[in-house]
């Protein structure tokens, strides 16, 4: 049975996926995360939820065979696929010469591990669209948002934990790390659950949608890796007070509560209270040397 979207391109199903997984020799690999879906009505889902359109240049990262390219490529004027599997990668040009021929120009294909990729070919990426291997997730996407500051909108189907933690907002159980430093980049908010069933191998968990839309980082005179230090300080006590989880941060537990009360916070509060504004006016009360902590 083909699944045919309205420009031609001929969608995957379970037994597409399956087929060309015999073909490749590929087996998914839990090293490399890989779950590869074999829904169509999920990727036609998640193009209509990403709302990108004719004038949009997609990076989409971890394509596999090919599932989500297929869908994306009728809607967007470029798809700029990040794929590490050098199997993978070499095959994804022909699925879509072969499925869609009449779009098979508005792919570029790129080789290369997402955490490494620094600069794009072609027109600058307008959006992010991709079904993010689970065991990198979160340092995939906050690189990918600091490396390329003309992503403007994004929609990433993660774990369901992970989905729930980088939507989360202060105060809730689940607000940590991911929160705080996706929201420096973006407005993050949930955008529906995807159930474990249009996966092959069918995963132990399910996965949920994250939306993410581009907003300019709360002004603050340090430097976005001082706020991120801050950050990791906060959350690596989370059963302390500020006051005692920032005194290496700050020195010394009287200089963390002077820094504290300046930027107006309780010192007695925990990291899991603040805004990723209160973060950035609290680092710039003691500016970190060196490079501060990674994105990650």
Request: hydrophobic fraction near 50%; aromatic fraction near 4%.
């Amino acid at each position: 049975m083909r699944l045919t979207d309205a420009l031609g391109a001929a969608l995957l199903g379970p037994r597409e996926v399956r087929a060309l997984a015999a073909e490749l020799g590929v087996r998914p690999t839990k090293t490399l995360g890989q779950n590869f879906v074999i829904d169509a009505n999920t990727v036609r889902r998640i193009v209509q939820v990403a709302d990108v359109g004719a004038d949009d240049v997609v990076v989409e990262v971890g394509p596999g065979l090919g599932s989500l390219t297929l869908a994306l490529l009728p809607a967007v004027s470029r798809v700029v696929a990040v794929e590490i599997d050098p199997v993978l990668a070499g095959r994804l040009e022909q699925t879509v010469g072969e499925r869609a021929p009449a779009l098979a120009g508005r792919l570029e294909v790129v080789r290369s591990d997402a955490l490494e990729v620094d600069t794009l070919p072609g027109p600058a990426p307008t959006a992010l669209v991709a079904n993010l291997p689970y065991n990198v997730s979160v340092p995939v996407l906050l690189h990918l948002l600091e490396r390329f500051a003309t992503l403007r909108r994004g929609l990433v189907m993660v774990q369901a934990e992970v989905a729930d933690r980088l939507a989360a907002a202060p105060g809730s159980r689940v607000y940590g790390v991911p929160s705080v430093k996706a929201q420096w980049y973006a407005e993050v908010s949930r955008a529906g659950a995807v159930g474990r069933h249009v996966f092959w191998p069918a995963p132990n968990v399910d996965s949920g949608l994250v939306r993410l839309d581009r907003r300019d980082p709360p002004e603050t005179t340090a430097t976005r890796q001082e706020v991120f230090a801050l950050v990791d300080a906060a959350f690596a006590q989370r059963r302390k007070g500020l006051r005692a989880a920032l005194a290496g941060w700050a020195g010394s537990p009287a200089r963390a509560e002077q820094a504290l009360r300046a930027a107006g916070i309780d010192p007695l509060a925990r990291g899991e209270s603040l805004t990723v504004e209160d973060f950035a006016r609290l680092a710039a009360q003691r500016a970190l040397p060196g490079p501060g902590a990674s994105a990650g």
